[in-house]
T-cell receptor, first 113, second 108 residues
C-alpha cells in the first residue's frame, strides 16, 4: 500500500540554524501539506501546495517558512532561522484532491536547542 | 473563528462500545474526518463523512449531521490496542482543521 514517507525521523538543531524537512508524498497525489504538532497539543495546519504553488497557509507559516517541490517526488519544508518554539512534530500529508482524505507521513521530530 | 469541540478524555471497558462526539464551527466545510493517533505516532485516517448519515468501516462507524454541525465516531468491540487519541477534523479549503483530540482509555 502506498504511503507518505518523511526524513529525517528526528532532527536536532541550534536556535538560529536552518533546517530542511523532507517528504515523499503518495505518487499519484496532487495536493501536499505540512502540519505541526507541539507535544501534547492538537495538530495545526501550516501550508498546502498544489501545482507548484501555495494554495493556503496559516498564520503560523510566516516568512521564516518556505516549501518547495524540487523534483517529481520530494516535497520540502524549510525553516530559515529556527526558534525554540519551533520544536514540534512536523507531519507531511498528501491527497488526491484538495478536499479529499489526507494521508500522513510518520513525522519528523524537530528539537531546537 | 473556527473551532471543533470534542471531549478531552473517555474511559471504557474492553469489549464495550464507545461514542466520541464532535461539534464544529468552521468556514468552508467539505466533510468531517476522523484520525487515530497513538502516543508518538502519526495521525492515521479512520473515516470520512462528506454527506449526512452513517459510514461503517469494520468496528468503526462515523456519523455526520451537517444541519447540526455535529458528528461522532463509534468504536465497537473495544480492544486494548484501541487505546489512543482520536481527532475529528474538518476538511476545509485545502486544509484540515483539527479538534483537540479525545484520549480513549480502555480498561480490561
Amino acid at each position: 500500500e502506498p504511503e507518505v514517507t518523511q526524513t529525517p525521523s528526528h532532527q536536532v538543531t541550534q536556535m538560529g540554524q536552518e533546517v530542511i524537512l523532507r517528504c515523499v508524498p503518495i505518487s499519484n497525489h496532487l495536493y501536499f501539506y505540512w502540519y505541526r504538532q507541539i507535544l501534547g497539543q492538537k495538530v495545526e495546519f501550516l501550508v498546502s501546495f498544489y501545482n507548484n504553488e501555495i494554495s493556503e497557509k496559516s498564520e503560523i507559516f510566516d516568512d521564516q517558512f518556505s516549501v518547495e517541490r524540487p523534483d517529481g517526488s520530494n516535497f520540502t519544508l524549510k525553516i530559515r532561522s529556527t526558534k525554540l518554539e519551533d520544536s514540534a512534530m512536523y507531519f507531511c500529508a498528501s491527497s488526491l484532491q484538495g478536499t479529499d482524505t489526507q494521508y500522513f507521513g510518520p513525522g519528523t521530530r524537530l528539537t531546537v536547542l | 473563528g473556527q473551532s471543533l469541540e470534542q471531549p478531552s478524555e473517555v474511559t471504557a471497558v474492553e469489549g464495550a462500545i464507545v461514542q466520541i462526539n464532535c461539534t464544529y464551527q468552521t468556514s468552508g466545510f467539505y466533510g468531517l474526518s476522523w484520525y487515530q493517533q497513538h502516543d508518538g505516532g502519526a495521525p492515521t485516517f479512520l473515516s470520512y463523512n462528506g454527506l449526512d448519515g452513517l459510514e461503517e468501516t469494520g468496528r468503526f462507524s462515523s456519523f455526520l449531521s451537517r444541519s447540526d454541525s455535529y458528528g461522532y465516531l463509534l468504536l465497537q468491540e473495544l480492544q486494548m490496542k484501541d487505546s489512543a487519541s482520536y481527532f475529528c477534523a474538518v476538511n476545509s479549503n485545502y486544509q484540515l482543521i483539527w479538534g483537540a483530540g479525545t484520549k480513549l482509555i480502555i480498561k480490561p
